[in-house]
C-alpha cells in the first residue's frame, strides 16, 4: 500500500510533458474513436470494437475515419496511414479514398487507393503522403473505405510537419 502511494505522489510530482497542448510529431488514432459508417444502414453490421471497426455482415459497407486538421488551412500532415484487418479466410480487396479539404474544407483532394489484404491478415497498412499530393502536405484530411465481409480497420494516423525551435 505504501509502494502504491508512493508511486501516486512521485507521479503527481512529475512536471507536466513539454510538448502539452502542442501537436506532437505522430498520431495513431484507434479506429472506435475515430471512424463511423457512412450510413445508418451499414450501423447494424458493422461491429466497433475496442481493437478494429469490423464488417460483420455478408456484403460491402462503407466507413469514414476522420483525422486532425489545424486552423487556417495549414498544411501540417505529411502522411496519413490506415491499418487494416481481414478476419476472413479469403483474400479481400479495400478501395479507399483519401479526401483533403483544402482553403477552409473547400474544394477537397480526391486520392484513391485499393488495398488487397490476405487472408486471416492481422494487419496491412496503406498510406498517402504528400508525394501522392502533388508534393502538398494535407490540411483536412478524412478517409472513406468499402470494407468486404471480414474485413476492418484497426487504426488510422498522421505524421506532422515537425516544427523547428
Given at each position: 500500500m505504501a509502494k502504491a502511494a508512493l508511486i501516486l505522489a512521485l507521479t503527481l510530482a512529475l512536471p507536466a510533458a513539454a510538448n502539452a497542448g502542442t501537436p506532437s510529431d505522430s498520431?495513431?488514432?484507434?479506429?472506435?474513436?475515430a471512424c463511423q459508417t457512412a450510413l445508418p444502414v451499414f450501423d447494424g453490421v458493422v461491429r466497433k470494437r475496442p481493437l478494429a471497426v469490423q464488417n460483420e455482415g455478408t456484403s460491402i459497407t462503407f466507413v469514414t475515419c476522420g483525422l486532425e486538421g489545424r486552423f487556417n488551412a495549414e498544411q501540417a500532415t505529411t502522411r496519413v496511414f490506415i491499418g487494416f484487418v481481414n478476419n476472413s479466410s479469403s483474400q479481400a480487396t479495400v478501395n479507399c479514398t483519401l479526401v483533403d479539404g483544402r482553403d477552409s474544407i473547400s474544394?477537397?483532394?480526391?486520392?484513391?487507393?485499393?488495398v488487397l489484404l490476405g487472408a486471416n491478415t492481422p494487419m496491412t497498412?496503406?498510406?498517402w503522403t504528400s508525394v501522392d499530393n502533388e508534393g502538398d502536405n494535407f490540411i483536412y484530411p478524412a478517409i472513406s473505405c468499402s470494407l468486404p465481409p471480414g474485413t476492418?480497420?484497426?487504426?488510422?494516423?498522421?505524421r506532422f510537419v515537425t516544427a523547428t525551435p
Open positions: 498520431r495513431v488514432t484507434l479506429a472506435a474513436g474544394d477537397p483532394v480526391y486520392m484513391p487507393k485499393t497498412e496503406a498510406a476492418g480497420i484497426k487504426a488510422v494516423g498522421q
